[in-house]
Nanobody, 119 residues
Framework: QVQLVESGGGLVQPGGSLRLSCVAS????????MGWYRQAPGKQRELVAFISTGGMTSYGDSVRGRFTISRDNFKNAVYLQMNSLRPEDTAVYYC?????????????WGQGTQVTVSS
């Protein structure tokens, strides 16, 4: 069992910035990647950004160049720096962790943190 705790969401004006944090605990052995998805009402959940333990990153097309993902492998934590925020970035942001336990692939999800971009 793995638990993910997200923080950093809130209300921000267009053009502003937020920094999201996600910390994993519990069965954290074998983590290979952590990252973020987001979901707006009536829309599909979409990839925001992911980072592997080796530092390789992936970004969704809509956030590339504005968001930056980073990680601390020893703390089992991942961070998302969001700059130049737009109203269309408004969504619930979910932390995701990918890991391997005794040769078995496992995936975990956080509860989500609300990000609202509005003037």
């Amino acid at each position: 069992q793995v638990q993910l705790v997200e923080s950093g969401g809130g209300l921000v004006q267009p053009g502003g910035s937020l920094r999201l944090s996600c910390v994993a605990s519990g069965s954290v052995s074998g983590i290979i990647a952590m990252g973020w998805y987001r979901q707006a009402p009536g829309k599909q959940r979409e990839l925001v950004a992911f980072i592997s333990t080796g530092g390789m990153t992936s970004y969704g097309d809509s956030v590339r160049g504005r968001f930056t993902i980073s990680r601390d492998n020893f703390k089992n934590a991942v961070y998302l720096q969001m700059n130049s925020l737009r109203p269309e970035d408004t969504a619930v942001y979910y932390c995701n962790v990918q890991l391997i336990l005794s040769g078995t692939y496992r995936e975990g999800w956080g509860q989500g943190t609300q990000v609202t971009v509005s003037s």
